[in-house]
């Protein structure tokens, strides 16, 4: 992004190096050699010289629409890259600091989006009120779209750009962002001018607080690698031992061969003519990319409420309240939960099942979430696939000794927060107060075990690590009216 705007910038503003005019008569003089969009530049500098701050605002408001798309998008990419935008030469003039009294459009709430409704019968209009409807028409998101979403077609991506660089609210919104940011105090210390840019709702504010919650994550989960290196490299090295010892004895048999190269080769024909398959594997390459992945399963579930979490970039965090339909499981008990190296074995012993290591052979097909709970089963660590619905109901029984149990999970409430980046114990520590406290502060809703918490995992191992999607979730009861009153339970946290 940062190149684009460069490069899309320097051929906007490369004919434009000339000397300021220094008043209104000189700047007029030079516009028959100048094209159209570099009248509207000469005006605007003329009136910046001459100090006329609001006849310069006019100048952007009725010009804009007569630019070219190119010089369009380089103001645009100018204006979100922000480090280009105050380090190119006549970059400052061209977003030179306008100060409002408020905002061009009101900052977004969550779940309190307005919608104009035309009166029947009358040229008014009434502002109502809709939870549900998000507002999907403003310049943001059109843009956000056009870069991010990954399902558009071309003609689709170019229409929404065209929309957001036509916008005329897309100026004023920059500017009045630009100008009120605070590059000492960083993005938290922002977030009006982080909203008014990238407004909840997209996938640009989802990735600014993925990136955010990295800074924490990153040295937490190195710290927890080396600390799984040092307690297995001493079995590692056992384990060579013994191979090295046995190898000159070890049957040639037994050791693993090589693949057959025509069988390859076979195989890569097929995936060159079979259409389906491709899309299988452009569709596995896109869930890298994606918060959720498409085309897996997952257990059925209603949201019943959304309570406010912790304040992140200026906004709210949402706690869902949800309502589980009953699910099948395949489960695996392990010594230690998130972050112990017990946990890549409880993946692949679960895994090794679900693709037909069980008594009838049945190969199922991989779902989501994955689901790891700590402090169940007395203090131990469990994890668990969702089985697919068509085998729900008549599950492949495990193979002896593989450690899996077939386990139904009844209809049940709970309440979950979502969070993006990596899984680390420390971050899992955090989420789990901050839906506590979320709880605690809404006072509906009690945990049944507060010390039993559900983390749910629904990406793969290569899923960029700030789009991830994790939640902690902790099973729920309503409390009756009666005893919104007592005190919230005491389960054992300290």
Same mark, same amino acid.
């Given at each position: 992004?940062?190149?684009?705007?460069?490069?899309?910038?320097?051929?906007?503003?490369?004919?434009?190096?000339?000397?300021?005019?220094?008043?209104?008569?000189?700047?007029?003089?030079?516009?028959?050699?100048?094209?159209?969009?570099?009248?509207?530049?000469?005006?605007?500098?003329?009136?910046?010289?001459?100090?006329?701050?609001?006849?310069?605002?006019?100048?952007?408001?009725?010009?804009?629409?007569?630019?070219?798309?190119?010089?369009?998008?380089?103001?645009?990419?100018?204006?979100?890259?922000?480090?280009?935008?105050?380090?190119?030469?006549?970059?400052?003039?061209?977003?030179?600091?306008?100060?409002?009294?408020?905002?061009?459009?009101?900052?977004?709430?969550?779940?309190?989006?307005?919608?104009?409704?035309?009166?029947?019968?009358?040229?008014?209009?009434?502002?109502?009120?809709?939870?549900?409807?998000?507002?999907?028409?403003?310049?943001?998101?059109?843009?956000?779209?056009?870069?991010?979403?990954?399902?558009?077609?071309?003609?689709?991506?170019?229409?929404?750009?065209?929309?957001?660089?036509?916008?005329?609210?897309?100026?004023?919104?920059?500017?009045?962002?630009?100008?009120?940011?605070?590059?000492?105090?960083?993005?938290?210390?922002?977030?009006?001018?982080?909203?008014?840019?990238?407004?909840?709702?997209?996938?640009?504010?989802?990735?600014?607080?993925?990136?955010?919650?990295?800074?924490? #994550? *990153?040295?937490?989960? %190195? &710290? +927890?690698? =080396? $600390? !799984? /290196? @040092?307690? #297995? *490299?001493?079995?590692? %090295? &056992? +384990?060579? =031992? $013994? !191979? /090295? @010892?046995?190898?000159?004895?070890?049957?040639?048999?037994?050791?693993?061969?090589?693949?057959?190269?025509?069988?390859?080769?076979?195989?890569?024909?097929?995936?060159?003519?079979?259409?389906?398959?491709?899309?299988?594997?452009?569709?596995?390459?896109?869930?890298?990319?994606?918060?959720?992945?498409?085309?897996?399963?997952?257990?059925?579930?209603?949201?019943?409420?959304?309570?406010?979490?912790?304040?992140?970039?200026?906004?709210?965090?949402?706690?869902?309240?949800?309502?589980?339909?009953?699910?099948?499981?395949?489960?695996?008990?392990?010594?230690?939960?998130?972050?112990?190296?017990?946990?890549?074995?409880?993946?692949?012993?679960?895994?090794?099942?679900?693709?037909?290591?069980?008594?009838?052979?049945?190969?199922?097909?991989?779902?989501?979430?994955?689901?790891?709970?700590?402090?169940?089963?007395?203090?131990?660590?469990?994890?668990?696939?969702?089985?697919?619905?068509?085998?729900?109901?008549?599950?492949?029984?495990?193979?002896?000794?593989?450690?899996?149990?077939?386990?139904?999970?009844?209809?049940?409430?709970?309440?979950?927060?979502?969070?993006?980046?990596?899984?680390?114990?420390?971050?899992?520590?955090?989420?789990?107060?901050?839906?506590?406290?979320?709880?605690?502060?809404?006072?509906?809703?009690?945990?049944?075990?507060?010390?039993?918490?559900?983390?749910?995992?629904?990406?793969?191992?290569?899923?960029?690590?700030?789009?991830?999607?994790?939640?902690?979730?902790?099973?729920?009861?309503?409390?009756?009216?009666?005893?919104?009153?007592?005190?919230?339970?005491?389960?054992?946290?300290?």
């Amino acid at each position: 992004m940062r190149a684009i705007g460069l490069v899309l910038a320097c051929l906007a503003l490369a004919s434009h190096t000339h000397r300021v005019p220094t008043s209104v008569e000189q700047a007029q003089g030079s516009l028959n050699d100048e094209g159209e969009d570099s009248q509207w530049l000469v005006e605007e500098r003329a009136a910046s010289a001459a100090s006329l701050s609001e006849v310069k605002q006019s100048l952007l408001r009725q010009k804009v629409g007569s630019l070219s798309l190119l010089r369009k998008l380089a103001i645009l990419l100018l204006a979100l890259n922000q480090a280009a935008a105050f380090q190119l030469p006549g970059a400052s003039r061209a977003f030179s600091p306008v100060q409002h009294g408020h905002y061009g459009r009101a900052p977004l709430q969550r779940g309190h989006h307005g919608r104009v409704v035309m009166q029947a019968g009358g040229a008014g209009a009434d502002r109502e009120t809709d939870e549900t409807a998000p507002v999907d028409d403003m310049w943001q998101f059109d843009l956000d779209k056009a870069l991010l979403d990954l399902d558009l077609e071309p003609r689709e991506r170019l229409e929404l750009l065209q929309n957001a660089i036509n916008d005329p609210s897309l100026l004023d919104d920059v500017r009045v962002a630009l100008s009120s940011f605070q590059f000492d105090v960083g993005l938290a210390g922002n977030p009006e001018a982080i909203e008014k840019l990238f407004p909840s709702g997209t996938q640009s504010r989802a990735d600014l607080e993925g990136l955010t919650a990295l800074r924490k #994550q *990153l040295p937490e989960a %190195f &710290e +927890e690698l =080396q $600390k !799984q /290196v @040092q307690e #297995q *490299l001493p079995k590692l %090295f &056992e +384990e060579v =031992q $013994k !191979q /090295v @010892q046995e190898s000159p004895t070890r049957d040639s048999s037994a050791r693993p061969s090589l693949p057959d190269p025509i069988s390859v080769i076979k195989s890569l024909a097929s995936l060159a003519i079979d259409e389906e398959k491709q899309r299988e594997l452009q569709e596995e390459a896109k869930n890298l990319l994606r918060s959720t992945p498409k085309g897996l399963e997952t257990p059925s579930y209603e949201v019943a409420r959304v309570l406010e979490g912790p304040i992140v970039l200026g906004k709210p965090q949402p706690v869902e309240i949800r309502d589980y339909e009953e699910f099948t499981v395949a489960q695996t008990n392990m010594k230690e939960g998130i972050g112990s190296a017990s946990e890549g074995g409880g993946f692949n012993t679960l895994a090794a099942y679900l693709f037909g290591q069980n008594q009838g052979k049945t190969a199922m097909a991989m779902t989501v979430p994955v689901d790891t709970v700590s402090g169940a089963n007395n203090g131990r660590a469990s994890m668990s696939f969702v089985l697919p619905k068509e085998f729900a109901d008549s599950p492949p029984k495990p193979l002896e000794g593989s450690a899996v149990e077939i386990v139904k999970v009844p209809a049940r409430l709970v309440a979950a927060k979502q969070f993006s980046g990596l899984v680390t114990e420390p971050e899992v520590e955090r989420q789990k107060a901050a839906l506590l406290d979320a709880l605690a502060i809404d006072g509906n809703y009690a945990p049944v075990d507060v010390r039993q918490v559900s983390v749910l995992q629904y990406n793969q191992p290569l899923a960029i690590p700030w789009r991830r999607r994790n939640e902690v979730a902790i099973v729920v009861t309503e409390w009756a009216a009666a005893d919104r009153n007592m005190d919230y339970p005491d389960n054992g946290m300290d």
